[in-house]
Nanobody, 126 residues
């Protein structure tokens, strides 16, 4: 079992930055692919960014490319999402997810992620 706890959300003005953290408990964190998803009110959950188990492959949704960066620190069992140049459209609850398969690529399909955090709210004001 893996328990994921997100932190770092909050209220920020458009153009600002936030860094989200996702701390994982349990064994074998370094074997997991990790991802961030988000869900805005009235919208479906969408993939934002992911990193595979060894950190060599990352993937981003087009709308955040060049603004968001995902990274992982296996020594701290933590994955991060650095968000810059934030826009009101980035407002959502952000969820961390873990995929226990050791894949060379990162998938954006939510169904393959077995473990999910409770989410952290990010609100970007205009």
């Amino acid at each position: 079992q893996v328990r994921l706890v997100e932190s770092g959300g909050g209220l920020v003005q458009a153009g600002g930055s936030l860094r989200l953290s996702c701390a994982a408990s349990g064994r074998s964190f370094s074997d997991y692919g990790m991802a961030w998803f988000r869900q805005a009110p009235g919208k479906e959950r969408e993939f934002v960014a992911g990193v595979n188990w060894n950190g060599r492959n990352t993937r981003y949704v087009d709308s955040v490319k060049g603004r968001f960066t995902i990274s992982r620190d296996d020594a701290k069992n933590t994955v991060y999402l650095q968000m810059s140049s934030l826009k009101p459209d980035d407002t959502a609850v952000y969820y961390c997810a873990a995929d226990p398969r050791r894949l060379s690529v990162t998938t954006s399909a939510s169904a393959v992620y077995d473990y999910w955090g409770q989410g952290t709210q990010v609100t970007v004001s205009s």
